[in-house]
């Protein structure tokens, strides 16, 4: 069994940058990208690809039209692989039993239906997708019972982060593929062989690779939620959250990682994979393990809601015709992806208090800033964009800076001064800015956790 030719299904955050660096890697390998989204797969053939990723568009512009094609023709792409990655979207369930918890596998079960149907060979399933655990049983169910042809189903978890996906992938901390055919795992474990280093490669059974996933994003959002629980604690007691870090992170058996207190996580996939192993937990009669991770969102949702409070309280319990600057709208940097940003409950929270809100986003567009708070629909005229620093900050009362962008580090606060309104107030909710230069400026501040 040997990979010669793949077919993406989906052509997301997960696909596109994934796919990308296999071809990269593998010249011998010819990869194509399918999504049902026309708009998309333009653009990924356009100069403006759609993913802002560090790095993403030189790798693709040296596999692109060589050995890597973005195309709508899902079927045509289905019938040449050997290999099919899903790497399709799977939120959390809207609606029907587990609602609001469990992961909804419309997307996946789609695309097994549609490999069915069009597979014209033996070929390799790969579950990309984040999934419940034993989802490759169902797979497996719907490829047998609705084609001839033999089929191998593996699972190979993403762990990239995204802002920092072309490093993950070139130089990840592992690969990990789960499955039960040898050979099968041995065909997929060579294409990584490529350039990962062998012993980075781990091969376990299916239901423990679908398991690992949902297990390492539940403990790293875990750590987000302690620090950020002990940043409050911090604000409380005059003790400071970077030296408690600093402490903390210095005994190796916890690390210095994913110790950084903020505004609470966000992203498309801590919360979602969270619910869906709590409903899993619930599902098998472990109630206790499901409140325990649950309590992890509970406290994400909470620094939201605390640090949103908290800004409203500062301008004097109200912001009625106050007019607010939000620095930063991504759910944390280089990335333009908004995806359950805490951004969006912070503005929310300050339109709905009558606040006037200007956003400015290196990488979002103002269109996006929008269409992410349409649910709003009566306080869209008090939402408006900026385009620099600057110009979001003139008049304003307040500045909340929501993701750390590398540029927020180095903002001119005397020149955002003669914007702002006289001693206006800073909240940095990232505890990314250049503190003395706030002060020194005459601004008020505030810091998460000091
Ligand atoms: P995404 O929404 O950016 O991309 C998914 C794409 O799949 C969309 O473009 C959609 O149009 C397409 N699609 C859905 N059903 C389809 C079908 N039947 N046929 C063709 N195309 C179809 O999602 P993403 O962020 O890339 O995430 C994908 C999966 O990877 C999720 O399970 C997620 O949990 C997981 N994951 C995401 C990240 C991340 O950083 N975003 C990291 C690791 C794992
Ligand atoms: C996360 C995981 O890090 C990836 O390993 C995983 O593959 C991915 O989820 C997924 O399954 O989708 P991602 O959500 O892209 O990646 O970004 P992270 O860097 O993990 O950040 C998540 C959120 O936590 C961000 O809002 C970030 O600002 C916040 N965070 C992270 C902190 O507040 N403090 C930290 O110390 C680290």
Known sequence: MKIQNITCIGAGYVGGPTMSVIADRCPHIRVTVVDMNAERIAAWNSDHIPIFEPGLDAVVKRARGENLFFSTDIDAAIKSADC????????????????????????????????????????????????PVRTAEKIKEILAKNSKQSFD???????LAEGTAIKDLENPDRVLIGGENPEAIAALFEVYAQWVAKEKIITTNVWSAEMAKLAANAMLA?????????????????????????????????????????????????????????????????PEVAAYWEQVLVMNDWQKKRIAQLVIKKLGGQVKGKKIAVLGFAFKKDTNDTREAPAILVCETLLQAG?????FDPKVSAQKV????????????????????????????????????DQFKMIDWASVATQTKK???????????????????????WVVGK
């Not at 869906?276 to 472990?286: D, K, R, T």
């Open 222 to 286: 875990q750590r987000v939620s302690s620090i950020n629980s002990l940043s409050a604690f911090c604000e409380a007691t005059e003790a400071d959250i970077d030296e408690v870090a600093k402490v903390l992170g210095s005994d190796s058996r916890i690390g210095s990682k994913f110790l950084k207190a903020g505004i609470g996580f966000g992203g498309s996939c801590f919360k979602k994979d969270i619910l869906n192993l709590v409903y899993l937990c619930e599902h098998h009669g472990l």
């Open 355 to 359: 606040a006037e809100v200007v956003v």
């Open 423 to 445: 001693s206006a107030w800073i909240f940095d909710a990232r505890n990314c800015t250049n503190h003395a230069a706030i002060r020194a400026a005459g601004l008020n501040l």
């Open 84 to 131: 099919i990655f899903m790497s399709v979207n799977t939120p959390t369930k809207t609606e029907g039993e587990g609602a609001g918890r469990a992961a909804d596998l419309k997307y996946i079960i789609a695309c097994a239906e549609q490999i069915a149907r069009s597979a014209q060979d033996h070929t390799i399933v790969v579950e990309k997708s984040t999934l």
């Open 153 to 159: 189903v593996l699972s190979n978890p993403e762990f």
């Open 370 to 405: 929008q269409a992410d708070l349409s649910y709003l629909s009566t306080h869209q005229s008090h939402l408006k964009s900026a385009n620099t620093v600057n110009d979001a900050c003139v008049g304003v009362d307040a500045v909340i800076v929501l993701t750390e962008w």
